[in-house]
């Protein structure tokens, strides 16, 4: 059982926007702006997409963005294309004892 | 360029000791607030942190693992070391090293394929 809730599955067709929600507590995600979002296509080592809540690194687009409200985290997806179909795994720092906690991931789908 | 690459055995029997290397290039891990560690994945299942080095050689576990995890650093070579005792077949998992950096996994290597069966 993760630490981070994630819902198991998402979709959305070509183009539309699809958002992925991360729960924790306030000992994680609600005590600290370092979330972080992962991708993982099949049979690849996960990417990092968004860090620190909302930011990007270079080279992923702008159609991935990411915000924080309470103890949940979120990544939003928009314009939706075929390579994005992928799963989605939030991760925050939870303090010097946990450090660090996984969602358990979300299977985005692209119909 | 930062890389890093995973190396050990790909088979261990229970009970075994499992021993494996990571070998970086493209930074130092005598860099203030630079970190490397080890997440793993069991085959279909999500990711799992279990441990941490730090520049200072700051050691952080996983608290489920800790008791059978060890992480060591060889600054000169680039290479870290994670030992996990009293392997078990739960235990099959890609490993994967990672570089840290102010609390975010950014760069990981490519994994390694560990399965304990006797």
């Known amino acids: 059982q993760s630490a981070l809730t994630q819902p198991p599955s998402a979709s959305g067709s070509p183009g539309q926007s699809v958002t992925i929600s991360c729960t924790g507590t306030?000992?994680?995600?609600?005590?600290?702006?370092?979330v972080s979002w992962y991708q993982q296509h099949p049979g690849k080592g996960p990417k990092l997409m968004i860090y620190?809540?909302?930011k990007r690194p270079s080279g992923v687009p702008d159609r991935f963005s990411g915000s924080k409200s309470g103890n949940t985290a979120s990544l939003t997806v928009s314009g939706l294309q075929a390579e994005d179909e992928a799963d989605y795994y939030c991760?925050?720092?939870?303090?010097?004892?946990?450090?660090?906690?996984f969602g358990g991931g979300t299977k985005l789908t692209v119909l | 360029q930062i890389t890093l690459k995973e190396s050990g055995p790909t088979l261990v029997e229970p009970t075994q000791t499992l021993t494996l290397t990571c070998t970086f290039s493209?930074?130092?891990?005598?860099?203030?607030?630079?970190?490397v560690g080890w997440i793993r994945q069991p085959p279909g299942k999500a990711l799992e942190w279990l441990a941490l080095?730090?520049?200072?050689?700051?050691?952080r576990y996983s608290p489920s693992l800790k008791s059978r995890l060890t992480i060591t650093k060889d600054t000169s070579k680039n290479q870290v070391v994670l030992t996990m005792t009293n392997m078990d077949p739960v235990d099959t998992a890609t490993y994967y090293c990672?570089?840290?950096?102010?609390?975010?996994?950014?760069?990981w290597g490519q994994g390694t394929l560990v399965t304990v069966s006797s």
């Open positions: 990672v570089h840290r950096h102010t609390h975010t996994n950014d760069f």
């Open positions: 493209g930074f130092s891990l005598s860099t203030t607030a630079v970190g």
């Open positions: 080095i730090y520049w200072n050689d700051d050691k």
């Open positions: 306030s000992s994680d995600v609600g005590g600290y702006d370092y």
């Open positions: 620190e809540v909302s």
């Open positions: 991760s925050s720092y939870a303090g010097s004892n946990n450090h660090v906690v």
